[in-house]
């Protein structure tokens, strides 16, 4: 099918992509919107922080290349930069070759080899859901111009991309005619995600792996939440779509699916550019479950519509095979990231919890607690205070 859209020059199979991914996105920000947990809602933030800049700077590349309009006017004044930079990081970086962990490591204070509390770790349950290693270098409240800007932009598209659908509606008339459901899935989901926030160590957060090497921390540390966010994500919401008229306008199955597409790409790059006993250990377990099918071609090809410029439908053979083959990757690397991490919330994790917050509770930076570390602690574990 190569019928274009006289008015922006796409085809009917990329706009329809195209709405299915900003739908995904508003869709989950609207769900963010009506929770009231803040660890729950933190948590639905890393996940958009990583998509949004990617599906806004590739239409706006998609734009600049069919010569309707370019980056810099389609951006805010300075923004066009920033977006590729995010995008950057998320898609192309390779975390295990870049100078990131090392700024990281000096600026969190990481100690792998003795036991201080250095990093945070999010807990659902006794079971290791986010830490805050990726986005720790991003300082949200600061730059929420910026990440305002960003998020606010699918909702103004996807009514674009409506009309070019010969759909009279906007967003909002959507979310009004399935609010109830949307406040359902809303409070589903934040059960899902309800957790606790604690202080903790990196070396004892690897203290029973068996000989992993920095470089496999690292790969665990800045990549555990984007592995297991796909996973959490599909089973709150595993079919919910949205139709208008005859059009389904909203798949969240066919979004999950494609953005495990990418995160396999990633996840492959990161284990190609290792030579460690933990990234071969992993290579061989996908080579034993998944070995050189039909799949990886399939992936690529759906990763590859990430671009909306050229989209490649699927064949339901196709579909039944990424399915397959995508839940049993992410499987095994959740699998071997799980088993060598470690979590015990015993009492002196508690109690370093509250330590923690009720230093920055008083505004003290970590030059100021580290100063009198030993003061505050002591005056704290007797009085309850600093």
Known sequence: ?????????????????????????????????????????????????????????????????????????????????????????????????????????????????????????????????????????????????????????????????????????????????????????????????????????????????????????????YRYRLVTSAIRIEKAVPDFNISVGEIKVFDIKAFIRKYKAVVICIIGSELKAMNTEFAQNIQADIQSKIGDGPFWGMNRKLRNNIHYQRTEVLTENEIDTLDKFQTVYFEIISSHFQKNTFIDIDKECKTMTGFTKACHEKGMSKADIDKYYYYYYMKYVLFGRV
């Open 1 to 221: 099918m190569e019928e274009k859209n006289e008015k922006l020059g796409w085809t009917i199979e990329t706009i329809t992509e195209m709405v299915n991914d900003w739908m995904a996105f508003e869709f989950i920000l609207e769900l963010k919107r009506r929770m009231k947990n803040v660890e729950a809602k933190n948590y639905l933030s890393s996940f958009l922080m990583t998509i949004a800049p990617v599906i806004v700077y590739e239409v706006a590349e998609s734009l600049e290349l069919m010569g309707i309009v370019s980056k810099k006017t389609f951006f805010n004044p300075g923004m066009d930069k920033r977006v590729q930079k995010e995008r950057e990081q998320f898609v192309k970086r390779i975390i295990v070759k870049s100078s990131q962990p090392q700024l990281i490591e000096k600026e969190m204070g990481l100690n792998f080899k003795e036991k201080v509390y250095d990093i945070n770790v999010l807990v659902r349950d006794n079971e290791l859901m986010d830490m805050n290693y990726e986005l720790f270098n991003k300082n949200i409240k600061e730059d929420f111009e910026f990440w305002d800007s960003l998020f606010g932009l699918p909702k103004g598209l996807i009514n674009t991309l409506f009309s070019c659908l010969n759909i009279n509606k906007r967003i909002e008339d959507v979310y009004a005619t399935i609010d109830e459901s949307l406040s359902e899935l809303a409070e589903k989901m934040e059960q899902e995600f309800v957790c606790e926030r604690y202080s903790y160590s990196v070396q004892k957060l690897f203290s029973e792996a068996d000989g992993l090497e920095d470089i496999d921390k690292i790969l665990i540390l």
